[in-house]
């Protein structure tokens, strides 16, 4: 299994830039979720899907902030515009029902200049 | 709302002693409580879950014990070694839904 896969693994960007993360998920994986890491605020949980429709979307921080998941093998995470405030490492990880072991892909680090 | 406390100070072991990381954590306790390593550069990687009705739990050289009267899990690592050395995340995950909540995490070096 090649587990979670992220990309790109690195994304610099301008402020104001459309930036958009993408996520396959393990086969067979009904959640998907999106993470945001910073040294100041640690891991933080975005937006989390089930069977490809949104379950909590509370941590997505303002409306510059987009999810979407057309099926169960891809995800994507959408900013615009983006903000040097932006820049952390954005992280996808996916399971199995409700058991709450997580697999975490490798991470996208976003710079936003 | 809830909130997760790991140690803020970086913890620094001789190798071959037993390291121990605390979580503790305020309000009603989580249904699984769970142990992640997180290396530089790479996304985390699960190491045990332990439920609300269990007390404790082990895998090879690690041993994770819950308790829920004091709000507080522990996390070991037996005859350690410098390859241990790596971030530590506690996370709490409800029975409402699947949404957990990660701990700052707490750095661990094992000096040779």
């Known amino acids: 299994d090649a587990g979670v896969i992220q990309s790109p693994r690195h994304e610099v960007t301008e402020m104001g830039q459309e930036v958009t993360l993408r996520c396959k998920p393990i086969?067979?994986?009904?959640?998907l979720f999106w993470y945001r890491q910073t040294m100041m605020r640690g891991l933080e949980l975005l937006i989390y899907f089930n069977n490809n429709v949104p379950i909590d979307d509370s941590g997505m921080p303002e409306d510059r902030f987009s999810a979407k998941m057309p099926n169960a093998s891809f995800s994507t995470l959408k900013i615009q515009p983006s903000e040097p405030r932006d820049s952390a490492v954005y992280f996808c990880a996916s399971s199995r029902g409700t058991s709450g072991k997580q697999f975490f892909g490798p991470g996208t680090r976003l710079t936003v200049l | 709302s809830q909130k997760i406390e790991q140690n803020s100070e970086a913890l620094n072991i001789q190798e071959g002693k037993t390291a121990t990381l605390t979580c503790n954590y305020t309000?009603?306790?989580?249904?699984?409580l769970q142990w992640y390593r997180q290396d530089p550069g790479r996304g985390p990687v699960f190491l045990l879950l332990i439920r609300e009705n269990e007390k404790e739990k082990r895998k090879e050289r690690l041993k994770v014990t819950f308790d829920t009267t004091l709000k507080q899990s522990l996390f070991h690592i037996t005859a350690s070694q410098p390859a241990d050395s790596a971030t530590y995340l506690c996370?709490?995950?409800?029975?409402?839904?699947?949404?957990?909540?990660f701990g700052s995490g707490t750095r661990l070096s094992i000096r040779p």
């Open positions: 309000n009603y306790s989580p249904a699984y």
């Open positions: 086969s067979g994986h009904d959640y």
């Open positions: 996370a709490l995950t409800y029975s409402s839904a699947s949404k957990i909540i």
